[in-house]
């Protein structure tokens, strides 16, 4: 080995071996492992339970015993015939066993479709969004390709089609950022279409479609696999999301007043207790995460696809959470989850208890004032403006 080949590889060691570089020299060892033995898949996969891959379909006949009378049949509920050898699909450990990205949830009169491999947001006739026409439903999708700093590639003459340039994205649609290379996260360089049309009810809609996608280590070198059905719907799904984001910002910055933040109880769009912040989704689940160790809540889990928190609540021995340098909140021990939406101009922060069942509004009536206040403060310190909580009635 040559004297210049010898520096050059001291040189990488040393840059990865640095302490001050502890997280960037893994990211080194995790790329270079990928790159020679190939992408970690079991993220994918189930943790067993494949038991039912050796299950034998059965005619087994329902015996009556003597003396009883024979019970009622119901055609209805027959149980149709199926051959084994016309099934298709994966099974056991094929099956890519995680979820699609779940179309985020607005309150202005839209929803979303997944047809023919398109994720297509509908506009309802009688919502506020404000979207009537084809240009205003082309200057969304300018507004939402700006903000998302995705370029655009080509433009259909005499149509409301465009195709963006290629651009990388997470696994969930979003674009690829700093923070997702220096965590070592995939990348995916992918090209969207984006149309406007009506349907039938002559709602106003824009459909996005995953027209190419390859797959990159955070270093840029290729690992390239087929997309599953699932990834397709995923990553088409999470990127049409982005046009509710672009819409709701609309909203945000029509009401949303940095200098006079509310933050209040209410009801979120499935009419559970809420508390609701006067905030922008994205800034509410930012300033969220910041506040759970305020509070003394640990969290255990976290969907960005569904923006839902696993959250484990320890208890003291007068049953209130008492943390040095952390607020006292009045709830029971146990783990609950969290989830937020978009509400209006507003985010709604909604609390389940371990069954996933809403809690009443009397635990968070009690929880509101607290976690207000503390929430407030980190509202303060996140955006250097003043938040002012509404007093609980």
């Known amino acids: 080995m040559t004297r210049i080949k010898i520096k050059k590889l001291v040189g990488a060691l040393f840059v990865c071996g640095l302490p001050a570089f502890v997280m960037s020299g893994c990211i080194c060892v995790k790329n270079q492992y990928q790159k020679v033995f190939g992408v970690d898949e079991s993220v994918n996969e189930s943790t067993g339970y494949y038991s039912y891959l050796d299950a034998q379909l059965s005619d087994n006949k329902i015996v009556v015993p003597e003396g009883l009378d024979n019970p009622g049949r119901n055609s209805q509920l027959k149980v149709p015939s199926v051959n084994p050898d016309t099934l298709k699909g994966n099974v056991g450990e094929k099956v890519d066993v995680r979820p699609p990205a779940a179309p985020y949830r607005a309150d202005f009169g839209s929803y979303t479709q997944w047809i023919d491999n ?32 995705v370029g655009i590639g080509e433009v259909s003459d005499g149509q409301y089609v465009l195709t963006t340039v290629s651009s990388d994205f997470t696994d969930y649609g979003k674009p690829y950022s700093e923070l997702d290379e220096d965590n070592g996260i995939l990348r995916y360089r992918q090209i969207y279409q984006l149309r406007v049309g009506r349907n039938s009810a002559n709602e106003i809609g824009i459909a996005s479609r995953l027209l190419a996608s390859g797959r990159f280590l955070s270093n840029g070198y290729s690992v390239n696999k087929d997309l ?4 397709q719907e995923r990553f088409t799904m999470g990127f049409s999301n982005n046009i509710i984001h672009a819409l709701n910002d609309r909203f945000v910055e029509r009401s949303y007043d940095p200098e006079n933040l509310v933050i209040t109880l209410g009801k979120d769009n499935n009419g559970h207790d809420a508390i609701l912040v006067e905030a922008p989704f994205d800034t509410t689940n930012k300033v969220l995460v910041r506040t759970f160790p305020r509070i003394g809540w640990s969290v255990t889990a976290h969907s960005v696809a569904k923006a839902q928190y696993d959250i484990e609540v320890l208890d003291s021995s007068d049953e209130q959470v008492v943390y040095t340098n952390s607020t006292s909140l009045d709830i029971d021990q146990g783990t609950y989850k969290i989830r ?9 922060i909604t ?11 009397e635990v ?30």
């Open 340 to 348: 937020v939406g978009i509400h209006g101009n507003m985010s709604a």
């Open 118 to 149: 398109e994720a297509i947001v509908w506009f309802e006739k009688d919502g506020s969004h404000g979207i009537r026409t084809e240009d205003d439903a082309w200057m969304l999708i300018d507004s939402m390709l700006r903000t998302m700093k």
């Open 228 to 231: 599953s059905p699932i990834e």
């Open 351 to 361: 609390l389940y208890d371990k069954d996933d069942a809403p809690v009443p509004y």
């Open 364 to 393: 968070v009536s009690r929880i509101y004032q607290g976690f207000a206040q503390v929430m407030s403060a980190q509202f303060v310190e996140y955006t250097n403006n003043q938040a002012n909580v509404v007093k609980a009635k």
